[in-house]
DNA sequence: CACGGTAATTGGATCGATCCAAAAGCGCAA
DNA sequence: TTGCGCTTTTGGATCGATCCAATTACCGTG
């Protein structure tokens, strides 16, 4: 059999080209790149990765042709030879709740300059959607998956993962303290940090309200909590859970305040969950003429943008959701490049934002002119 | 040529498992699930696929095996044949803001049911994020995308998307009114709504206050303050633009309040252009001592959860940003399906919600047990 | 001029599914 | 027995890239 090489003449007697008559005019592969180059589909390959093998000639040549052509690379040929899709899966718990739209935008921001894409998905608390969207995102195949574990996640999910060779990063909460990645903050010692607070405004009898769901975000806080009254000798009794909104924030206050069988003393301060709850019973106590920072000292978690807003401003603990992201992301990323390698937890700090809901310092409370116009409380 | 057959015997001379030193367990393919249950590729393939071809016996035998085997589906596989790769771009431009968020969700909702899956991308406003990004679609082969246009981007980004075959659908903004396939909301009805509103409650001289970017959504609002100023013979000269943060919100106080050499009389009302500049605005008033609803009135768009929690609670206009997501992924999961079919332009309506920042009906404006603890200001 | 060594390029096999035309199995009538 | 139609199954060929072993080009040396 002959071999018609037809190397030097380009665009000639391409069988690609045979069909003219332009119905599909579609995927440049990298084969007709190839051949308008005057080189091999090799080659293109190999520029296409940045191999420093190919002559600076022939990448420019080569990359002349790309563009000519309008040829866009097709990841998905290219990921089933590979090993890599460059993509990964976030699972977060529920994107609603601003908090996490923020880690999001965090994540995004790393893998964007990295060259990965995420597959996103709101696993709304529910484990069988978790499930399912782990599911899909094996048949995708996903380099990695960067996870915050619905309540009520069984630990066994991570050991199934381990078994899938699934890199996951668990972020903001994790289903087993046994050593895997991790990216979150240290709710523990922000809440020791916002009870020491408290105590030292005078404060002794504290009550620690919201929270239903059983995840180590919940314990860690509750520790955090117990942790900082034991060590002043007060009684860490006084736990209200309740459901994380508002609606239900708002109805601690009656819990709170009218105790009419009680055998303790009522709390003068209540000590949130988070914002969401600590928002809520404000409003609770204002419906009942009550005012936070006056008749009981409301502290909250998280800093979400309202609540510098609410009046009083609410003291709380600020934890930065989009460097959470960011840390989680890139920590996915140096697992993936080496998934033999030691487990990281990554725990970042949080910081307390005094304001006026726990009876301010300066103790001109609600008034006039608002001190708290601060930079940081305009977004 | 003898033909071995060795249906009746499986796991026995396949050359799968010639190689049994386990060192890549990974990636049980079609190919052995076929071995396993005694038929070839193309049937399994066809049960993958649910095709009524096969015959109900034997399609149990080969989810048995499957089952068996632990088989996952390779989609990149797939993908690189059939057409479809039931994946989808969202590209958002501003993650971080709640009402993104919410959007997001509500995608999400909707693409999961229909077994797709979305990549997500915060373009953060920067049009050449955004073409990067959809640069990256393209190389994942998706099915079509969801597209909230960054402010500045050219309406030739569609007739590119067009040539390309990438099915597109626009959402909450468009970058050009031809008939395009969209989900948005009514913004100038809205605005027309709340304004009348205001003019119902006596206002004469009103401001519109916020936006520097141009795109579809701030000329709808603005069109829609226009109307119904003009409708009742009103001034609508008093524009002031400015980016949307709650510290500008919050420095317009002085421009609205405090003009020495203005020609024209001081206006008693203030039409935001969202809620975060009402916010911000309303922060700026109390700071000079001022108070929303009796010293100016102010509405806000886009009732986000802080609305109904500020003193004085705001008025605004709701916009179920979940549903337009929902809304949006159907419509563009029909497109998809039939990419010939006539645009649609789905508007879903707003709502007035009425609350006390422009001076309430029941004029008993922020003071004792609060009126406003409906069901739907608490989460 | 043959030779070794490096740099650059290449063709065939391959990843794991789908597509499609062809074939096998089967019942039934001529 | 043969032929026909129907259902069910099947084996290449294929999608568009990567991997790898092999080849070619080129240059300085002995």
């Given at each position: 059999?002959?071999?018609?090489?037809?190397?030097?003449?380009?665009?000639?007697?391409?069988?690609?080209?045979?069909?003219?008559?332009?119905?599909?005019?579609?995927?440049v592969?990298l084969?007709?790149?190839?051949?308008?180059?005057?080189?091999?589909?090799?080659?293109?390959?190999?520029?296409?990765?940045?191999?420093?093998?190919?002559?600076?000639?022939?990448?420019?040549?080569?990359?002349?042709?790309m563009?000519?052509?309008?040829?866009?690379?097709?990841?998905g040929a290219?990921?089933?030879?590979?090993?890599?899709?460059?993509?990964?899966?976030l699972?977060?718990?529920?994107?609603?709740n601003?908090f996490?739209?923020?880690?999001?935008?965090?994540?995004d921001?790393?893998?964007?300059?990295e060259g990965?894409?995420?597959?996103?998905?709101?696993?709304?608390?529910?484990?069988e959607r978790?499930?399912?969207?782990?599911q899909?995102?094996?048949?995708?195949?996903?380099?990695?998956?960067?996870?915050?574990?619905?309540?009520?996640?069984q630990?066994e999910l991570?050991?199934?993962?381990?078994?899938?060779?699934?890199?996951?990063?668990?972020?903001?909460?994790?289903?087993?303290?046994?050593?895997?990645?991790?990216?979150g903050?240290?709710?523990?010692?922000?809440?020791?940090?916002?009870t020491?607070?408290l105590?030292?405004l005078?404060?002794?009898?504290?009550?620690?309200?919201?929270?239903?769901?059983?995840?180590?975000a919940?314990?860690?806080?509750?520790?955090?909590f117990?942790?900082a009254?034991?060590?002043?000798?007060?009684?860490?009794d006084l736990?209200?859970?309740?459901?994380?909104?508002?609606?239900?924030?708002?109805?601690m206050?009656d819990?709170?305040l009218?105790?009419p069988?009680?055998?303790?003393?009522?709390?003068?301060?209540?000590?949130?969950?988070?914002?969401v709850v600590?928002?809520?019973?404000m409003?609770?106590?204002e419906?009942?003429?009550?005012?936070?920072?006056?008749?009981?000292?409301?502290?909250g978690?998280?800093?979400?943008?309202?609540a510098?807003?609410s009046?009083?401003?609410?003291?709380?603990?600020?934890?930065?959701?989009?460097?959470?992201?960011?840390?989680?992301?890139?920590?996915?990323?140096?697992r993936?490049?080496?998934?033999?390698?030691?487990?990281?937890?990554i725990?970042?700090?949080?910081?307390?934002?005094?304001?006026?809901?726990?009876?301010a310092p300066?103790?001109?409370l609600?008034?006039a002119p608002?001190?708290?116009?601060?930079?940081?409380?305009?977004s």
């Open positions: 059999m002959a071999k018609p090489r037809d190397s030097s003449k380009p665009g000639s007697s391409k069988p690609a080209s045979s069909k003219p008559a332009g119905s599909k005019p579609e995927s592969t084969t007709e790149v190839a051949g308008h180059a005057g080189v091999s589909r090799s080659t293109v390959s190999l520029v296409l990765r940045g191999s420093p093998l190919v002559a600076a000639e022939t990448r420019e040549r080569v990359q002349a042709a563009v000519a052509l309008g040829y866009i690379y097709n990841r290219a990921n089933l030879r590979a090993a890599r899709t460059h993509t990964v899966g699972l977060v718990c529920e994107l609603n601003p996490y739209a923020e880690l999001t935008a965090g994540v921001d790393v893998l964007d300059t990965f894409v995420a597959f996103i998905a709101n696993t709304a608390e529910q484990p978790q499930d399912r969207f782990l899909r995102m094996r048949e995708h195949n996903v380099d990695g998956v960067i996870l915050c574990p619905a309540a009520g996640t630990p991570l050991d199934r993962l381990d078994r899938w060779r699934l890199p996951c990063v668990q972020a903001l909460r994790f289903v087993s303290d046994q050593e895997r990645d991790y990216a903050v240290d709710y523990q010692a922000g809440m020791e940090t916002v020491e607070h105590i030292s005078g404060h002794r009898r504290i009550a620690f309200v919201g929270g239903t769901l059983d995840h180590s919940y314990a860690a806080r509750h520790a955090g117990t942790a009254m034991r060590r002043h000798g007060l009684a860490d736990v209200l859970r309740c459901p994380l909104t508002r609606r239900s924030g708002a109805e206050a819990h709170l009218n105790r069988q009680a055998q303790t003393a009522a709390p003068t301060a209540a000590l949130c969950y988070n914002d600590a928002l809520g019973l409003l609770g106590l419906a009942r003429g009550l005012r936070a920072g006056r008749d009981l000292a409301v502290t978690f998280d800093d979400v943008p309202e510098a807003l009046r009083p401003a609410l003291t709380t603990v600020a934890t930065s959701a989009r460097q959470i992201g960011q840390e989680a992301a890139r920590l996915l990323l140096r993936i490049a080496d998934p033999q390698g030691p487990p990281e937890r725990i970042l700090p949080s910081r307390l934002v005094v304001r006026q809901s726990c009876g300066s103790d001109s609600g008034g608002s001190p708290s116009l601060h930079h940081r409380d305009l």
